[in-house]
């Protein structure tokens, strides 16, 4: 059941897409920047699988141009 | 319990990211932070103005459950932009000291015991009626603060001056701002600034008079940094009595002898005239030349009375009044080197810089307040520089809702929230809208501050109810003043938030809602209202002081007057409070308006607020179809005031030979009742000190640390010494922070105050010391 943070950059111009994208995206919270392109992620997952899932899901996001992690929490460690 | 963990690693999770981006994008901000943890249901952020000094930042208070956990910079506040000084960062903390009030208490065979607080308000509208009963009218007085709400203040003015008919309405700002009101009164009309703190983004030169900047408006000082970094062409100069961190980061630093400023200030306007830099299109159009009276005393004595008398001259008559001020003839007065006088005088001078003049206690804590108000005018006024973004003569606040609520309800005994009680006109709105007979409002003016002290000491008033502010720390030449409120039949009330000298002189105390805790509105230095909504509860029994008024006004037989109930009364009053103002000087926004910003700026007028008065661009009050309006004289002008240089009331001498200058540091607040009370903060500076030039310390002996006795006429005091610190005065003077009530310094100070605004003045005053 792991809670990671992320710094998510989106690609020049699509902060809005992908603030959208990730708000849709199960287990997301999204913290946008109001004067930088940047959005804080966070996201908190059930399981290993969900995990999982979620991490292909936010490779496919085409609105995404890189993801900083900063900060990792999981209660089965 | 599990879900409370997983929603605390959420919001680890997302500070981390945040503080991530802190560090690698600098100046990030992240507004809607609250709505997203709110999401959490962790911790949700709320809206409200620093409780602190008065420059109004905007905070976001993170509440957890009840409890206000966190303050962050309110990106949306016009006035810090996200940014915090320490004082408000950790201003949460401060309502969470171990010896809060919760309960109220009441004196019984010289012990204060606890009792139910509807049993102490009951004591105190019974003890008030009987004394207004024995002794008269004028025998009851409230008196206030810069900290107390709108509301708060505005229903002790409806309370004693309108329904009980007695003038005796005072607050702590006539302490602070008292000369900084008779300085706009009398220059321009009418009270406050002129400009907001958007000049600081468009100023070229920043001269300082008297005042620290760096340590008592730090977020402001921040911004003039920031300016002079983005900027080509901004300096600060730092016109200063002593040595502090703000000349540490200005410029350059001219250091004056205490009272001369009077004339340096005339000085400079010799010297604009003399080079011609008269700015003629503005002076011929807006400007008339007046004089008043001269030699007007200190006020030391009971009684005292003074009455200024305009007389209009003409600018010759000026011009020849100035002959006496050239910079040579001042360089003897004032210490300032000729030409520095002159390089001031010429960056007033030069059209193509933008000027702004900043001040606060410096200037108003003054014998001659008034008047070196009017002189920083006067420089203004000649060269045109004013009421256009970057030009502007500003004098800052110290208090929160000094303007707000002293300033603009008018808390002072001279004053009604519309006007003055010697008006007609003034007393028949303020009769109609409170409800009450016209000859309720008294026309005569009773006591200032420091007479109402006097007149508490000698048995004039009997009875005073004190809130939100401590005088037994502040009141000059305080031994006079607290033994006064011990005397056997005076009987003192004090509305607080944690013990104080002053709730130690008190029959009855009742403890206090502070800051949000409460619903309320402050008013800063910009002209700009700021609402609060209640964020938190208060602890055990403790009340809003607005709301103690109530509860005593209806005991006092008037519910018409004060009818309002507890689930909308601050919006009712706010609403009831606006109509003294209706009309375009001075429209204030509605209460569903101001619930929602961060701050709005009078006049507010068809949705949009006042950046520049007097300047029909910007001010919607501005009539005359001319490039700007000073509406407020009579005369449509502002006025220029020939005002000479006279000596402070105590000056060193061969007995007494050091200047004693007090005042603030950064990490406390006035008189530390609460930023002592804030680990950070108290630990930081845990106490007071004398700060002594190197070289006068190395004469007396004494290093870092060691005790000095700090003697005046009108007490003594032992404290460490601070050499080479954050401030270091210039031989023949030292300087006293009075935030620590373990050294009431005050029982050293003079109690002399500006005969016209009637402010004592703090900063000068002759002691001697002795090594202890």
């Known amino acids: 059941m792991p809670i990671f943070s992320y710094l998510a950059i989106p690609v020049k111009g699509a902060k809005e897409t992908l603030c959208a994208d990730l708000s849709t995206t199960p287990h997301c919270e999204v913290i946008p920047s109001d004067n930088q392109d940047v959005i804080v992620l966070v996201t908190d997952t059930p399981d290993e699988v969900a995990e999982t899932v979620l991490q292909q899901n936010l490779k496919n996001l085409q609105s995404l141009q890189s993801l900083n992690l900063t900060f990792g929490y999981d209660d089965h460690e | ?772």
Request: net charge neutral; hydrophobic share 35%; aromatic share 10%.
């Open chain 2, 1 to 772: 319990m599990k879900l409370n963990r997983r929603r605390f690693m959420k919001y680890v999770a997302a500070s981390s990211a945040v503080a991530s981006a802190g560090s690698l994008f600098p100046g990030i901000s992240f507004g809607d932070w609250q709505q997203v943890v709110n999401n959490s249901g962790l911790v949700s952020w709320q809206k409200a103005p620093c409780r602190f000094c008065g420059t109004g930042c905007g905070v976001l208070i993170g509440v957890s459950g009840n409890r206000a956990i966190a303050v962050k910079g309110d990106p949306n506040c016009s006035v810090n932009k996200g940014l915090c000084c320490m004082k408000g960062y950790h201003s949460v903390q401060a309502l969470y000291g171990k010896d809060r009030l919760v309960k109220a208490q009441v004196r019984k065979n010289g012990s204060m015991v606890d009792v139910p607080i509807q049993e102490a308000l009951d004591l105190v509208a019974s003890k008030l009626a009987e004394t207004r009963d024995k002794h008269g009218k004028d025998s009851v007085a409230i008196y206030g603060s810069g900290q107390w709400t709108i509301p708060d203040g505005y229903v002790a003015s409806k309370l004693f001056k309108g329904c009980l008919g007695t003038n005796n309405v005072e607050a702590n700002a006539r302490l602070c701002m008292a000369s900084a009101v008779t300085g706009f009164m009398t220059s321009f009309g009418l009270d406050e600034p002129m400009g907001c703190y958007e000049d600081i983004d468009h100023a070229n030169v920043f001269v300082t008079w008297g005042n620290n900047m760096a340590e008592m408006h730090p977020v402001l000082f921040s911004r003039m940094l920031a300016n002079r970094k983005q900027r080509i062409n901004v300096k600060i100069i730092d016109f200063a009595t002593r040595l502090t961190r703000t000349s540490q980061a200005a410029d350059k630093t001219l250091l004056f002898k205490p009272q001369t400023d009077l004339a340096v200030a005339n000085a400079i306007c010799y010297e604009i005239i003399k080079n011609d830099w008269v700015n003629w299109d503005f002076v011929n159009s807006h400007v008339s030349f007046h004089k008043g009276k001269t030699n007007i005393g200190y006020g030391t004595e009971d009684h005292f009375s003074f009455q200024d008398e305009a007389e209009s001259i003409s600018l010759e008559e000026f011009v020849r009044f100035l002959d006496d001020y050239t910079p040579e003839k001042v360089e003897k007065v004032s210490g300032v080197p000729a030409k520095d006088i002159k390089y001031l005088a010429s960056l007033y001078g030069d059209p193509a810089l933008k000027v702004t003049s900043f001040w606060c206690m410096g200037m108003n804590q003054h014998t001659r307040g008034t008047w070196i108000n009017n002189l920083v005018y006067n420089i203004h006024l000649l060269v045109g520089k004013i009421a256009t973004p970057g030009n502007s003569p500003f004098s800052l606040t110290g208090q929160p809702s000094a303007c707000g609520t002293v300033r603009e309800v008018g808390t002072l005994t001279q004053s009604l929230p519309h006007g003055l009680v010697t008006n007609e006109e003034d007393r028949q709105m303020a009769a109609e809208i409170w409800d009450v007979p016209l000859g309720n409002i008294d026309p005569k003016p009773t006591y200032h501050t420091v007479e109402m002290f006097r007149a508490l000491d000698r048995g004039d008033i009997k009875f005073i109810w004190i809130q939100v502010t401590n005088p037994m720390v502040t009141m000059p030449n305080l031994k006079r003043y607290r033994d006064g409120a011990l005397k056997d039949d005076r009987f003192v009330v004090v509305s607080d938030v944690y013990p104080t000298p002053t709730t130690d002189v008190a029959d009855v105390i009742l403890p206090a809602a502070m800051w949000v805790e409460q619903e309320g509105m402050f008013g800063n230095s910009e002209r700009r209202t700021q609402h609060f909504g209640q964020i938190v509860d208060p602890p055990g029994e403790a009340m809003s002081d607005t709301w103690q008024i109530i509860e005593v006004a209806r005991r006092l037989g008037f519910e018409k007057q004060f009818s309002w109930s507890q689930d909308d009364y601050i919006e009712k009053i706010w609403e009831e409070y606006r109509r003294f103002h209706a009309g375009p000087k001075h429209e204030m926004a509605s209460y569903e308006v101001l619930s929602k910003r961060s701050g709005v700026q009078w006049p507010f007028v068809d949705g949009k607020e006042t950046r520049w008065r007097y300047n029909p661009e910007y001010d919607p009050a501005c009539s005359n179809g001319k490039d700007f309006d000073f509406y407020g004289q009579k005369d449509n002008r502002a006025w220029v005031w020939a005002r000479p240089y006279e000596p402070a009331a105590e000056s060193p001498d061969s007995e007494y030979n050091f200047w004693l200058n007090t005042g603030r540091v950064i990490e406390h607040w006035h008189t530390g009742s609460m930023t002592r009370r804030v680990p950070v903060l108290h630990n930081a500076v845990p106490e007071a000190y004398v700060e002594l030039h190197p070289d006068d310390a190395a004469e007396l002996g004494v290093v870092n640390g060691e005790k000095v006795k700090i003697i005046s006429r009108r007490g003594e005091i032992v404290m460490p010494a601070q050499i080479n610190g954050r401030g270091v005065p210039p031989r023949g003077m030292v300087f006293v922070p009075f935030f620590d009530e373990q050294y009431l310094i005050n029982e050293v100070t003079l109690d002399a105050f500006c005969p016209i605004s009637k402010q004592p003045d703090y900063k000068k005053c002759a002691v001697r010391l002795e090594k202890a």
